[in-house]
């Protein structure tokens, strides 16, 4: 008798379930709250977004998202940008200081929009 799928996923190790090619291609076109909560689904796609830079080039934070955002969320957040993020739209955004935008700037050369 064959096992089931999932009899058999039972025993393979949560560390080699990765999501499917597709869906990590797909996660580009998401906007920024889609890509949060994608984040938080589960441990493989949160580690899948938090490690593709590319993903974060391009950023726009609008509400409800903008109305709960701090400074320290803000920077925790563009700090997955390695130093890649290339534009950044803040909409409605009044929770953070000067000194934030000014470090997010610093630490990603490659700004041309804010």
């Not at 797909?26 to 977004?49: H, K, P």
């Not at 955004?93 to 804010?114: E, G, K, M």
Request: with cysteine; net charge negative.
């Amino acid at each position: 008798m064959h096992p089931t799928c999932m009899q058999v996923f039972l025993f393979v190790p949560s560390f080699l379930v990765v999501p499917h090619e597709a869906l990590l291609l797909a996660l580009g076109y998401l906007q920024f709250i889609s890509l949060l909560t994608v984040r938080m689904a589960c441990n493989s796609l949160g580690d899948a977004v938090d490690s593709d830079a590319l993903l974060w080039r391009h950023l726009v934070l609008e509400r409800p998202l903008s109305l709960k955002v701090t400074d320290s969320i803000l920077l925790d957040l563009f700090s997955k940008a390695k130093g890649t993020l290339e534009s950044l739209v803040l909409i409605d955004s009044w929770c953070f200081r000067d000194s934030a935008l000014y470090l997010i700037a610093q630490t990603n050369p490659h700004i041309s929009t804010v």
